[in-house]
């Protein structure tokens, strides 16, 4: 490591947090030719729970190829309402929604940032961060390090980004509930998503290789008793999995809570952004929440470069390109999920089965659209119907 003592600075910028959005940062900062240093408190690789479904339109923001991580190539998506009543999505192109495993694609990320010069270090807990004149501090458990900016990436418990009035003050979380299951996968090219079974939300099976991602998200309380949210997962699991031809108790079970977006709030102090699930980019609706992190760690990056250049709004412009590349999408995202998880039958009927809805899911799906282009007509749908 490149100390400069013990009042030095350390490095140009310190990542906090080596997942999905400081992967990205790190890659583009580093391959900017800044001096990088990613923090994560867990040695890598680490497991992660998470489907791992994304839009392949995520390769555009790589200099590289994401295809050694991608595990399945989905070309259609199956939806159920009780599991019954399904409808099919084919996804239109060759490659529109990917899977990968966490563990892969995040460690990939992170060796693709230190072939690029950067550092990383895991099993490092930053327990505070301060500003400290032009400078922030970072304080591990037995060392404080230096930089002149930071990069906040540590996910949906983070601690640090709510006291530096980063992102919403008191964060909206979704409950969730992931199985990994091993074995055969009969069918590696569709993705199900189950609505009328988790109150509130729904449940996903998406195959990966050796076996199958499975969830439950629950998205409209504030995060409830975790006991009982694991009482009410296992008994919709025990329906859920023997619908898949698995037994009920199969796999290894991962109780979460999933930062969502509830609202538009400043991601940027001064040296400091924050990225991904810290600042609540998840999608309300669907829990998509890699395809915000790659992008605002990629957005980072490049602010945190110009700002670093001597162009002092960058990092204002950052908050501002969060906002219209994906956080007006999510406003209307969060507004038919307060309709739709309220009345998820009728949503079903005139969401989810209309003729057209399965081209426009596809596309909702592979980023194509944003929810902001279908949302008007559906809530109308929504509320005509109800009144
Ligand atoms: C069950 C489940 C299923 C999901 N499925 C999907 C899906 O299929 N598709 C999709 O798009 N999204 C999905 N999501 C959402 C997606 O996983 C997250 O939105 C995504 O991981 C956000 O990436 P991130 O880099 O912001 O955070 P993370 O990936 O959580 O990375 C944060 C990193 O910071 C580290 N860290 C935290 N605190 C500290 C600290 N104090 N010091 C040092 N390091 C720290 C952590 O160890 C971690 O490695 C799912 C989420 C869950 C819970």
């Given at each position: 490591?490149?100390?400069?003592?013990?009042?030095?600075?350390?490095?140009?910028?310190?990542?906090?947090?080596?997942?999905?959005?400081?992967?990205?940062?790190?890659?583009?900062?580093?391959?900017?030719?800044?001096?990088?240093?990613?923090?994560?408190?867990?040695?890598?690789?680490r497991?992660?729970?998470?489907?791992?479904?994304m839009?392949?339109?995520?390769?555009?923001?790589?200099?590289?190829?994401?295809?050694?991580?991608?595990?399945?190539?989905?070309?259609?998506?199956?939806?159920?309402?009780?599991?019954?009543?399904?409808?099919?999505?084919?996804?239109?192109?060759?490659?529109?929604?990917?899977?990968?495993?966490?563990?892969?694609?995040?460690?990939?990320?992170?060796?693709?940032?230190?072939?690029?010069?950067?550092?990383?270090?895991?099993?490092?807990?930053?327990?505070?961060v301060?500003?400290?004149?032009?400078e922030?501090?970072?304080?591990?458990?037995d060392?404080?390090?230096?930089c002149?900016?930071?990069?906040?990436?540590?996910?949906?418990?983070?601690?640090?980004?709510?006291p530096?009035?980063?992102?919403?003050?008191?964060?909206?979380?979704?409950?969730?509930?992931?199985?990994?299951?091993?074995?055969?996968?009969?069918?590696?090219e569709?993705?199900?998503?189950?609505?009328?079974l988790?109150p509130?939300?729904?449940c996903?099976?998406?195959?990966?290789?050796?076996?199958?991602?499975?969830g439950?998200?629950?998205?409209?309380?504030?995060?409830?008793?975790?006991?009982?949210?694991?009482?009410?997962?296992?008994?919709?699991?025990?329906?859920?999995?023997?619908?898949?031809?698995?037994?009920?108790g199969?796999?290894?079970?991962s109780?979460?809570r999933?930062?969502?977006?509830?609202?538009?709030?400043?991601?940027?102090?001064?040296?400091?952004?924050?990225?991904?699930?810290?600042?609540?980019l998840?999608?309300?609706?669907?829990?998509?929440?890699?395809?915000?992190?790659?992008?605002?760690?990629?957005?980072?990056?490049?602010?945190?470069?110009?700002?670093?250049?001597?162009?002092?709004?960058?990092?204002?412009?950052?908050?501002?390109?969060?906002?219209?590349?994906?956080?007006?999408?999510?406003?209307?995202?969060?507004?038919?999920?307060?309709?739709?998880?309220?009345?998820?039958?009728?949503?079903?009927?005139?969401?989810?089965?209309?003729?057209?809805?399965?081209?426009?899911?596809?596309?909702?799906l592979?980023?194509?659209?944003?929810?902001?282009?279908i949302?008007?007509?559906?809530?109308?749908?929504?509320?005509?119907?109800?009144?």
């Amino acid at each position: 490591m490149t100390t400069a003592g013990a009042r030095g600075i350390h490095r140009e910028v310190i990542v906090v947090g080596g997942g999905a959005a400081g992967g990205a940062a790190a890659v583009h900062l580093s391959g900017a030719g800044r001096s990088v240093l990613v923090l994560d408190q867990a040695p890598f690789p680490r497991h992660k729970p998470c489907g791992g479904g994304m839009a392949a339109s995520v390769q555009h923001w790589f200099p590289f190829a994401l295809s050694p991580v991608v595990e399945a190539v989905i070309q259609r998506v199956r939806f159920t309402w009780d599991l019954e009543d399904p409808v099919v999505a084919e996804l239109p192109g060759s490659s529109p929604f990917w899977i990968v495993r966490r563990s892969r694609l995040d460690a990939f990320l992170m060796e693709r940032a230190q072939e690029a010069g950067a550092d990383f270090r895991g099993g490092q807990l930053v327990e505070r961060v301060w500003r400290d004149g032009e400078e922030w501090c970072v304080q591990l458990p037995d060392e404080t390090l230096r930089c002149r900016a930071l990069v906040l990436a540590d996910g949906s418990g983070s601690q640090l980004a709510a006291p530096l009035g980063l992102g919403p003050r008191q964060p909206r979380y979704a409950t969730t509930l992931s199985v990994e299951v091993d074995g055969p996968v009969a069918d590696m090219e569709t993705a199900h998503f189950g609505f009328g079974l988790v109150p509130q939300g729904f449940c996903w099976a998406f195959p990966r290789q050796g076996g199958t991602s499975i969830g439950l998200g629950s998205f409209l309380g504030r995060g409830g008793d975790p006991q009982r949210a694991l009482q009410e997962g296992e008994a919709v699991l025990a329906r859920l999995l023997p619908s898949l031809g698995l037994p009920a108790g199969a796999g290894s079970r991962s109780l979460g809570r999933l930062r969502v977006w509830d609202g538009h709030h400043p991601l940027h102090g001064p040296g400091v952004v924050v990225a991904g699930d810290a600042a609540s980019l998840c999608d309300p609706f669907l829990a998509e929440g890699l395809r915000p992190a790659l992008l605002s760690g990629c957005a980072a990056a490049r602010a945190i470069g110009h700002w670093l250049d001597g162009q002092p709004e960058a990092l204002a412009d950052y908050s501002q390109e969060m906002r219209h590349s994906w956080g007006d999408s999510m406003a209307w995202g969060r507004r038919i999920a307060q309709v739709f998880y309220r009345v998820p039958r009728v949503g079903y009927q005139l969401g989810i089965k209309r003729p057209t809805a399965p081209r426009r899911i596809a596309q909702i799906l592979s980023g194509e659209l944003g929810y902001g282009d279908i949302a008007q007509r559906a809530i109308r749908r929504l509320l005509f119907q109800r009144g």
